[in-house]
C-alpha cells in the first residue's frame, strides 16, 4: 500500500481489520505467539469483540468498555513471566501493523497508547522499578520508547 495513500483509523471497521492483521501476526509470533496460543488459549472470533471495544473507547471514546484488561495479563504473567522481550516485541508488532494500513492523529494516537500500555502492565506486573530494556535479538527496548516521550 502507497503510504501516502493509507487513511487514518475512523471506525470500528478499521478497528477490526487492523486488529485481525496484528493478532494474526502476534499468533505466529515465535516470541509472544505462544502466549495467544498454548496458555490462553485464546480463541480470536471471542476476544475480537471484546478487544476491538477496548480499542474503539480508547480512541473514539464510543464504545463501552468495562473489563478489567489488567487481570488476563496477570494471569498470564503467573503462568510464565512476560518480560520487557514480549511487551517490546507486541509494541513492535502493533506499530508495523498500523504503519502498514493507517496514517493520521488515530493512527497515531494508537501507536502511543499502545507504548503506554506497554510500559504500563509490564511496570504493574513487575513493581515500578521493574527494567523496560530488553536484550533479544531484533528488539526495540521499551526504554526507548520512554526516552523518545521525554525527549
Request: glycine share 8%; net charge neutral; no cysteine.
Amino acid at each position: 500500500m502507497d503510504p501516502t495513500t493509507r487513511a487514518d483509523i475512523t471506525t470500528r471497521a478499521d478497528l477490526d481489520v487492523l486488529l485481525r492483521r496484528f493478532y494474526t501476526a502476534a499468533f505466529a509470533d515465535p516470541l509472544i505467539g505462544p502466549f495467544f496460543t498454548e496458555i490462553a488459549g485464546t480463541d480470536l472470533d471471542v476476544h475480537m469483540p471484546r478487544i476491538t471495544d477496548f480499542w474503539e473507547r480508547a480512541l473514539f471514546r464510543t464504545a463501552e468498555y468495562r473489563r478489567n484488561a489488567f487481570a488476563p495479563h496477570a494471569a498470564l504473567h503467573a503462568a510464565r513471566p512476560l518480560t520487557a522481550e514480549h511487551f517490546g516485541r507486541w509494541v513492535q508488532l502493533w506499530h508495523a501493523t498500523i504503519d502498514g494500513l493507517h496514517r493520521g492523529p488515530n493512527a497515531d494516537r494508537a501507536k502511543a497508547q499502545g507504548e503506554r500500555i506497554a510500559v504500563a502492565m509490564l511496570r504493574r506486573l513487575g513493581g515500578k522499578d521493574t527494567s523496560t530494556d530488553g536484550d533479544g535479538p531484533g528488539f526495540i527496548p521499551l526504554v526507548a520508547l520512554e526516552l523518545r516521550r521525554a525527549a
